[in-house]
């Protein structure tokens, strides 16, 4: 049996290494902090136009796009200086439609992977992966779009807590 003197120390260790784990999540979690809108009103307008152009959707939601492109900023090298070389590029390019666009580029080319970047991101509603991605929005992606009228979003919780646990009615 332990004498109390060795139950204390326990107890201290037991703070100690919470204290460091939790100082090192906190570290760790700056990733997640919350998304800080871009003040670029003119950058953010060419954006939206030519987002409804590369996603085939003329009504992206306009605080959307302004998101997604606050975060395309903030993780992408160069983003604004490659966004106007992509936006030249097509309009100079004569593609039908950005499919034939996209496909007309051979794989390593810089415009095709930010237009894929950009319609990913989008369709996702994260920019990047892995640890490094940012959700903007999960329940806007546009992947959800095409199936709403039948898909549940997954959310945190769709109807309330333990929703999961009531018999379900099978007279119907």
Same mark, same amino acid.
């Given at each position: 049996?332990? /004498?109390?003197?060795?139950?204390?120390?326990?107890?201290?260790? &037991? &703070?100690?290494? +919470? #204290?460091?784990?939790?100082?090192?999540?906190?570290?760790? /979690?700056?990733?997640? !902090?919350?998304?800080? &809108?871009?003040?670029?009103?003119?950058?953010?307008? #060419?954006?939206?136009?030519?987002?409804?152009?590369?996603?085939?959707?003329?009504?992206?939601?306009?605080?959307?796009?302004? #998101?997604? %492109?606050? !975060?395309?900023? +903030?993780?992408?090298?160069?983003?604004?200086?490659?966004?106007?070389?992509?936006?030249?590029?097509?309009?100079?390019?004569?593609?039908?439609?950005? $499919?034939?666009?996209?496909?007309?580029?051979?794989?390593?080319?810089?415009?095709?992977?930010?237009?894929?970047?950009?319609?990913?991101?989008? =369709?996702?509603?994260?920019?990047?992966?892995?640890? $490094?991605?940012?959700?903007?929005? %999960?329940?806007?992606?546009?992947?959800?779009?095409?199936?709403?009228?039948?898909?549940?979003?997954?959310? %945190?919780?769709?109807?309330?807590? /333990? =929703?999961?646990? #009531?018999?379900?009615?099978?007279? /119907?």
């Amino acid at each position: 049996m332990k /004498n109390k003197s060795s139950y204390g120390l326990s107890r201290r260790r &037991l &703070l100690k290494s +919470s #204290a460091i784990v939790g100082a090192t999540l906190l570290s760790i /979690n700056v990733v997640s !902090a919350p998304l800080k &809108l871009v003040d670029d009103r003119p950058g953010v307008d #060419a954006f939206l136009k030519l987002a409804r152009l590369l996603t085939n959707r003329p009504t992206l939601e306009p605080a959307f796009s302004a #998101a997604m %492109y606050s !975060a395309l900023v +903030s993780h992408t090298e160069q983003f604004n200086h490659r966004l106007n070389t992509l936006e030249k590029a097509l309009s100079i390019s004569g593609a039908q439609d950005v $499919q034939s666009f996209i496909s007309a580029l051979p794989s390593e080319d810089e415009n095709r992977k930010l237009a894929l970047l950009i319609i990913e991101s989008f =369709y996702t509603g994260n920019v990047g992966r892995g640890r $490094q991605a940012v959700v903007v929005s %999960y329940e806007k992606a546009l992947m959800f779009q095409k199936t709403i009228d039948v898909t549940v979003i997954p959310t %945190y919780i769709r109807a309330q807590p /333990n =929703y999961w646990v #009531a018999t379900p009615n099978l007279d /119907n």
